[in-house]
T-cell receptor, first 116, second 112 residues
């Protein structure tokens, strides 16, 4: 099976702009989660989508939003970019067909966002 | 909120030495996962522990889950240069299945 793919891999934006990142999960995976990784804060959960519905949301401002399509592909959007939004944005998918206690997440390569 | 503390933050070892990273929580955990992230890469799942006192081995890696399910460790025997990377523990936010709370990670460097 192909792994999780994310596009674009690198992005440079300026403050105030908005950005949309895309994630294609492993075929058959219906749960997609997004994480932000920075040197200072580490890996932080943004949100999770399952069957086009947001199930959980992390502690991020409303400028961060996402959605999931019927084919399980997901996008996240950050509006009014700030310098502090510079980070590696990681998408992860997991199967929901295994036992409920099994939660292995498969991460994509990430999108490196730089805000100038 | 729920947190998990991971120590040490950095570990520098000579190739062939052992390495251990620890993860601690103030609350009882339903399970704990371990991930490895190579430099420039993304986190890769290593293992999930769910039972109290559980010990699992993967070649030179030994994973333990504490009896009280509040701590865990990852031990690497006789490190190799291929072990370089950052090791993260991660726990599920209570009531969630897709929301992982990550430790800050332990960055391992191995000197040949």
């Amino acid at each position: 099976k192909a792994g999780v793919t994310q596009t674009p891999r690198y992005l440079i934006k300026t403050r105030g702009q908005q950005v949309t990142l895309s994630c294609s999960p492993i075929s058959g995976h219906r749960s997609v989660s997004w994480y932000q990784q920075t040197p200072g804060q580490g890996l932080q959960f943004l949100f999770e989508y399952f069957s086009e519905t947001q199930r959980n949301k992390g502690n991020f401002p409303g400028r961060f939003s996402g959605r999931q399509f019927s084919n399980s592909r997901s996008e996240m959007n950050v509006s009014t970019l700030e310098l502090g939004d510079s980070a590696l944005y990681l998408c992860a998918s997991r199967t929901t067909l295994a036992a409920p206690s099994y939660n292995e997440q498969f991460f994509g390569p990430g999108t490196r966002l730089t805000v100038l | 909120g729920q947190q998990v503390m991971q120590i040490p933050q950095y570990q520098h070892v000579q190739e062939g030495e052992d390495f251990t990273t620890y993860c601690n929580s103030s609350t009882t955990l339903s399970n704990i996962q371990w991930y490895k992230q190579r430099p420039g890469g993304h986190p890769v799942f290593l293992i999930q522990l769910v039972k109290s006192g559980e010990v699992k081995k993967q070649k030179r890696l030994t994973f333990q889950f504490g009896e009280a399910k509040k701590n865990s460790s990852l031990h690497i025997t006789a490190t190799q240069t291929t072990d370089v990377g950052t090791y993260f523990c991660a726990v599920l936010l209570r009531g969630s299945q897709g929301n992982l709370i990550f430790g800050k990670g332990t960055k391992l460097s191995v000197k040949p």
